[in-house]
């Protein structure tokens, strides 16, 4: 894998497309996951429209297995290439008031790629699942810190508080089902009860930190990508939790509109429901 990495750009990405298309046909039940969660999402889009967007979402899944490439083994002077930052005063203005930052980023299938980039403006901490595998959670450790600082396991809930108190920004991920602990069900997309995790209310509360959302993007014509910071969340945490998720989830849905099939899809996003008796929406 690192010596495909010295592949051209453009030819990493021609064969992710590829490699995902034929992935795509082969691992029938995520192909069927990924239809189904479009299904439950877009239900005013035929059926035709979400076909369409499963097979783009099929490509970008290739594309995701060179960008990992591209983020662990790539030098900066490449990277910088395909890096492109808006918004970045708003990260300016939370560190000159002596706050941590908790970033919150959604699972885009580019997210490799995007926290290489965002590494080279300001070296970050993640919060990250270790692999079982020594081995590979080596390589996905020191790869992710490439232009990073570090990484916490995420189980290390006082390690991550710590860091935010130490003025670091640290990216979180609040967009899957992390089970019924520690969520509410509240609106993503058409499916009106869906589990989304309290951590960043946690993390908010026991931190002096601000919580700042971003967008990525893999831009068109191979330009690379973008990552977008917004403004932090005003009056956040409120107090009331299913309120803040539910802003939570809105702004997923807004970063997924703008490039849904650059979205992971392949997730069971739905697995867990109110009623723990009601059938699988699988």
Known sequence: MYLVSWLPYRVLMWLGSQLGKLLFRMMKSRQKVARRNLQLCFPEKSDKERENLLWQNAEESGKAMFETVIAWWWPNWRVRRLAHFKGYEHLQQAIAEGKGVLLLAAHFLHLEAAGRVFGLTHPSIGFYRPNNNPLLDYLQYHGRSRSNKYMIGKRDVKGLIQALNQQEV?????????????????????????????????????????????????LPNYQGYQVEILPPFAEFPSGDDKADVTRVNQWVEQAVLKHPEQYMWLHRRFKTRPDPEAPSLY
């Open 170 to 218: 640290c990216f979180y991920l609040p967009d899957q089902d992390y089970g019924r602990n520690r969520a509410e069900f509240v609106p993503f997309f058409a499916v009106n009860e869906t589990a989304t995790t309290t951590g960043t209310l946690l993390f908010a509360k026991a931190a002096n930190c601000v919580v700042i959302p971003i967008y990525s993007s893999r």
